[in-house]
């Protein structure tokens, strides 16, 4: 067997054992979300940091991406350290992810306002208009509900990433298992 598919099947496990879990615990995976932001944040500092230290040898680093790299690496590990930060990270993305369907309702609605005029100018039938009014309702409620019970979508949340790793990680298992 080579390297290369040893590699792949060793991943494939790994990412539908990593699915597996998140879907048995998604409020884990989505605090986790935030942890691995800091772990990025961390990664990218460094990285940031040894391009200043190499432009700087150079002749012409800019000390304010020291600073920005710096305030990264500090955020980033505070990201990492406290549970605090990781809270307001998880519940800060859980309503964005609420405003942007609410945005997306809203604009079906004026997508069904505008096609229902044209409807009216052009005397020409367009039956999507109720399509996307419905559509628009129906995803500012959901927006609503989120803002009212974000809990429901960590657990939504989590399990799709479970659900998406689990596959990612069967789809590897399986490609290295057809490899020649």
Not at 14 to 40: D, E, K, N, R
Not at 109 to 132: G, H
């Amino acid at each position: 067997m080579s390297p290369q598919k040893i590699i792949k099947l060793v991943i494939g496990i790994s990412l539908a054992f990593a699915g597996i879990y998140c879907i048995i615990s998604p409020g884990v995976t989505v605090a986790a979300l935030a942890w691995i932001i800091g772990l990025f944040m961390v990664i990218h500092a460094l990285s940031r940091i040894g391009v200043w230290k190499e432009r700087k040898a150079l002749g012409f680093a800019e000390n304010y991406e020291l600073v920005s790299a710096i305030l990264s690496l500090v955020f980033g590990a505070a990201l990492i350290a406290s549970n605090f930060f990781q809270t307001i990270v998880s519940t800060m993305i859980i309503y964005i992810l609420a405003a942007w369907i609410a945005m997306l309702g809203i604009f079906r609605l004026l997508v069904a306002s505008n096609l229902r005029r044209l409807e009216a100018d052009t005397s020409v039938f367009i039956n999507n208009y109720n399509a996307q009014m419905i559509g628009g309702v129906v995803l500012i409620l959901i927006a609503v509900l989120i803002f009212i019970r974000p809990s429901i979508v960590t657990a939504i949340l989590g399990m799709i990433i479970g659900a998406c790793l689990l596959a990612f990680g069967v789809q590897q298992v399986v490609s290295a298992i057809r490899e020649h």
